[in-house]
């Protein structure tokens, strides 16, 4: 809920109080795009580890960078942040505290998930309003096969940012003049 109420707060600044965002482009644009890439991508890759929506950070980046590159350092930083948390969830030992507090939950997430591991990962992470962080943490403690799992997370996550940021990105050069 957080979240929403500061995108909400973003865009009304940015369409309703433009000044506010001239000023802050201004004194970015003193600095290297290239310094702004890499803080980008770096947060992209963290963000796994707060359960930020990466949907916050798209649209930040929209402010501030092309559509193109936008797109992929989005998706660079939700593969390297999901394949961290994959393999994080195992050195985190929530196997064990899911295990010991879900057992019969675990084992029915246990057999859907083998039966249909992709098509639900795909699923999972391309719905909007749920965090995929959370199926990386799923799927690292059920220790479900990396690469259908990173597959179905670039799958997934590919749709959905490339909807957020294409149209985010023609929403502002087009919506705002209408």
């Not at 947060?43 to 990466?54: A, K, S």
């Not at 930040?60 to 393999?87: E, N």
Request: charged share 10%.
């Amino acid at each position: 809920m957080v979240w929403l109420i500061f995108i909400f707060a973003a865009l009304y600044l940015y369409f309703f109080h433009s000044v506010f965002f001239e000023k802050l482009l201004m004194s970015a644009s003193h600095v290297s795009i290239y310094y702004g890439y890499l803080i980008f991508l770096l947060l992209g890759c963290f963000r796994g580890f707060t359960l930020i929506p990466v949907t916050s950070l798209i649209v930040l980046g929209i402010l501030f960078f092309g559509a193109l590159p936008l797109y992929i350092l989005t998706i660079v930083g939700i593969i390297i942040s999901s394949a961290s948390v994959y393999y994080f969830s195992n050195v985190l030992r929530l196997d064990e505290l899911f295990e010991r507090k879900y057992s019969r939950r675990v084992a029915k997430v246990k057999s859907v998930l083998q039966k249909n591991e992709l098509p639900i990962i795909i699923g999972w992470s391309a719905f909007p309003f749920l965090p995929t962080d959370l199926i990386c943490y799923i799927c690292g403690t059920l220790r479900v096969n990396f690469a259908k799992f990173i597959l179905g997370v670039f799958i997934g996550e590919s749709v959905t940012s490339a909807i957020y940021i294409f149209f985010g990105h023609y929403l502002l050069l087009y919506g705002y003049n209408m």
